[in-house]
């Protein structure tokens, strides 16, 4: 869970480049011409600030208000969303909320609230927001200029299964001293400095692969919303430096959140779970996380598998051991079937392999490879089709 390759990494790498000077701010021209902006529904973010082509705007946290910092590689790996000229128009947004910067080169960069707006080259189609989070300073633009931040997902602890996750991946906690009924929350001052409480931005929380209706908020003291689960407030740990860790639940009266907002418990026997990974939403994974796949090329009905030799050594079956159990996904779904001796596991029918290349939990670089192998969703069909 804690391989990660370079190249995995690079796409978060990105050199930024102070421009050397302030940009000129313009007001929006009176006059309406070419639409600029347009506002488009996200299943994830909610609505979220789109170009005229349908690609998602972000807003990048080392800029400030009328200001880019980003320029050179920094500017080639988000373009900055231009216009021609002054005269242009907005569908969805507030158009008081809506400015041009001239930059050094000097074309015009949309703001709104402000803030310069880019696209991101790795989206190549309309909607797509690979962008989202990214090094935890770039974030799709929200419809009143605020950053678009998931309150809440899933992701997998091994020997916990399936919990909740903040934005970023990190495990969330709730707290034995705290209430549900009423929702409040006891730590403070030093406390909160250890235990970080998750904030809530906007309105209502936004969430992937947890109940709606099991998430609100609460105001705390210094005003900022705190996301609850059940009732409970809910925390991060500041010894966790990464998606997969949890080492909070060493700690007297602390617990990770499972995805029901229950404690989270240690089962060592969980070998299928779900979480939810990249833009493929809430997808099948094994007990430490990493993404599953199904072939197009094998059976669901008989279960059997075409994939062996090189092909098990690129993709290596899922195997599991008698008694193991399952959470995140339908027991009913749930099988085995037999290859060299062991278990397969399957969903649906369907085998269930691994990919080799894969380095992370969250990692799904095999989806849609040859156009067959896809990451399988927790009702076992194929993700992103």
């Known amino acids: 869970m804690i391989r990660r390759s370079a190249a995995v990494v690079a796409l978060g790498l990105i050199s930024l480049t102070a421009c050397a000077g302030t940009p000129e701010s313009k007001p929006v021209a009176q006059q309406e011409s070419v639409v600029a902006l347009n506002v488009t529904e996200n299943a994830d973010l909610g609505p979220v600030v789109t170009d005229v082509k349908g690609f998602t705007l972000y807003r990048f946290d080392g800029d400030e208000p009328g200001t880019s910092t980003c320029a050179g590689e920094c500017a080639a790996t988000w373009p900055p969303a231009t216009v021609a000229g002054e005269t242009f128009t907005v569908d969805g947004v507030d158009r008081g909320l809506v400015g041009s910067i001239v930059r050094e080169d000097g074309s015009r960069q949309l703001t709104v609230d402000g803030m310069p707006q880019y696209r991101f080259a790795e989206d190549t189609k309309p909607g797509e927001t690979k962008g989202q989070g990214l090094r935890g300073k770039w974030f799709a633009t929200a419809q009143d200029g605020a950053r678009t931040r998931l309150a809440a997902r899933t992701g997998v602890v091994a020997g916990l299964g399936a919990v909740l996750t903040d934005d970023a991946g990190l495990t969330m906690y709730r707290f034995d001293g705290d209430t ?206």
Request: proline letters at 6%; hydrophobic letters at 35%.
């Open 180 to 385: 549900a009924q009423p929702p409040a929350s006891t730590c403070d001052g030093g406390c909160a400095g250890t235990w970080p409480p998750v904030h809530v931005e906007g309105g209502t929380p936004r969430v992937k692969g947890v109940d709606p209706g099991l998430l609100g908020t609460i105001t705390r003291a210094d005003g900022r919303k705190q996301l609850t689960v059940a009732g409970w407030p809910q925390y991060t740990f500041k010894n966790d430096a990464k998606p997969g860790e949890a080492n909070g639940v060493t700690v007297a009266k602390w617990f990770a959140t499972a995805t029901d907002g229950k404690k989270a418990q240690r089962n060592k026997a969980i070998a299928l779970t779900s979480a939810t990974v990249e833009n493929l939403g809430v997808v099948a994974t094994d007990a430490g996380g990493m993404t599953l796949y199904r072939f197009d090329d094998d059976s669901a009905d008989p279960s059997a598998s075409t994939c062996s030799g090189q092909c098990a050594r690129q993709w290596p079956p899922a195997f599991v051991s008698e008694g193991f159990q399952v959470q995140g996904v339908d027991p009913a779904l749930v099988g085995t079937v037999e290859r060299d001796g062991k278990q397969q596991l399957t969903i649906a029918g369907w085998p269930q392999y691994l990919l080799a290349g894969d380095e992370v939990c969250g990692d799904a670089d095999g989806q849609g490879v040859g156009g067959k192998w896809w990451a399988t969703k927790a009702d076992g069909t194929r993700a992103g089709r």
